[in-house]
């Protein structure tokens, strides 16, 4: 059984540049988030996909968006890239009743390092 | 408002002691959910333990046990029996309410375990 996988591992992009990152749910899953979270620090709710819309959304700004497909894949978008862009992004899934004992529990990816230069 | 504390930057312990990884929280909600979350430097967040604020009894898992004290909004996490595999980074997160699907994350806390 495949856990939660993302692509690329790493990326190196240059200011004001555009990035897509993918993120495919673990089996059985049907709801993916995205978290950014830089070096030293916890990791950021950017927003959550469910049923190929944008269920909800943290504090982040228009340059990152996303998108859900019907086989429950996602990309994250970041236009513009800015410095304080560089982050690991992590991905995660979780289903309708998912964990040991049924609670919403959210399974994570290995996620993407992004470095902005 | 910070909606996790962790006040415990880095800890030490010596192999096969206990370590308690301290936790408070924020929430007006009555019902939520409090996780903890194992980073080790591969980056992957592995999913410790679960303790939803209705739960009666302390949640255990294994050598993992959180101690939750509703009163105070602590949810200490106490791992026993340290092996030197339990380096790593700990987050703790919470849910707040059924209609709140993001986690919130603290700053982490960095455990060192010696041999």
């Known amino acids: 059984d495949a856990g939660v996988t993302q692509s690329p591992t790493h990326l190196i992009k240059t200011r004001g540049q555009q990035v897509t990152l993918r993120c495919s749910p673990k089996?059985?899953?049907?709801?993916v988030s995205w978290y950014q979270q830089a070096l030293g620090q916890g990791p950021q709710f950017i927003f959550q996909y469910y049923e190929e819309e944008e269920r909800q959304r943290g504090n982040f700004p228009d340059r990152f968006s996303g998108h859900q497909f019907p086989n429950y894949s996602s990309e994250l978008n970041v236009n513009a890239l800015l410095l304080g862009d560089s982050a690991l992004y992590l991905c995660?899934?979780?289903?309708?009743?998912?964990?040991?004992?049924?609670?919403?529990?959210?399974?994570f990816g290995p996620g993407t390092r992004l470095t902005v230069t | 408002a910070q909606k996790i504390t962790q006040t415990q930057p880095g800890m030490f312990v010596q192999e096969k002691e206990a370590v308690t990884l301290d936790c408070t929280y924020d929430t007006s909600d009555q019902s939520y959910g409090l996780f903890w979350y194992k980073q080790p430097s591969s980056g992957e967040m592995i999913f410790l333990i679960y303790?939803?604020?209705?739960?009666?009894q302390n949640a255990t898992e294994g050598r993992y046990s959180l101690n939750f004290q509703k009163a105070r909004k602590s949810a200490n996490l106490v791992i026993s029996a340290s092996q030197l595999g339990d380096s790593a980074m700990y987050f703790c997160a919470m849910r707040e309410g059924p209609n709140d699907y993001k986690l919130s994350f603290g700053a982490g806390t960095t455990v060192t375990v010696r041999a």
């Open positions: 089996s059985g899953h049907d709801t």
């Open positions: 995660a899934s979780s289903g309708t009743a998912t964990g040991t004992s049924g609670i919403y529990e959210q399974y």
């Open positions: 303790q939803g604020s209705y739960d009666e």
